[in-house]
């Protein structure tokens, strides 16, 4: 499985970027891609997820209202769209996937994980 993240940068506070991640390898018919983050000095942490086989979306705390996750099947790309970003909201982004159609419960549980982009947020 090659998951590759992109469309990071620097935005300033209460500005928007929209994350890409390119998806491919999979065997599975059904799986659950998210966007986990690690901040400085700070443990990897959820943020968003999609199941591929109904579109179900999850949001942790700090993402609900802020940021909007969807897919492109056809694309096999999975997007993060962050509005109103906040200064510690900065951290590399990563694109993570595990078969199946259910979420992981926390970062550490995806099977799979890219090379991340690196968001920050600054003015």
């Known amino acids: 499985v090659q998951l590759q993240a992109s469309g990071g940068g620097l935005v300033q506070p209460g500005g928007s970027l929209r994350l890409s991640c390119a998806a491919s390898?999979?065997?599975?018919?059904?799986?659950?891609i998210g966007w986990v983050r690690q901040a400085p000095g700070k443990e990897r942490e959820g943020v968003s997820c999609?199941?591929?086989?109904?579109?179900?979306?999850y949001y942790v705390d700090f993402a609900k209202g802020r940021f909007t996750i969807s897919v492109d099947n056809a694309k096999n790309t999975v997007y993060l769209q962050m509005n109103s970003l906040k200064p510690e909201d900065t951290a590399v982004y990563y694109c993570?996937?595990?078969?199946?159609?259910?979420?992981?419960?926390?970062?550490?549980?995806?099977?799979?994980r890219g090379q991340g982009t690196l968001v920050t947020v600054s003015s």
């Open positions: 993570a996937a595990v078969p199946g159609s259910t979420c992981p419960a926390h970062a550490r549980l995806y099977r799979y």
């Open positions: 390898g999979f065997t599975s018919d059904f799986y659950s």
């Open positions: 999609i199941s591929n086989s109904d579109l179900s979306t």
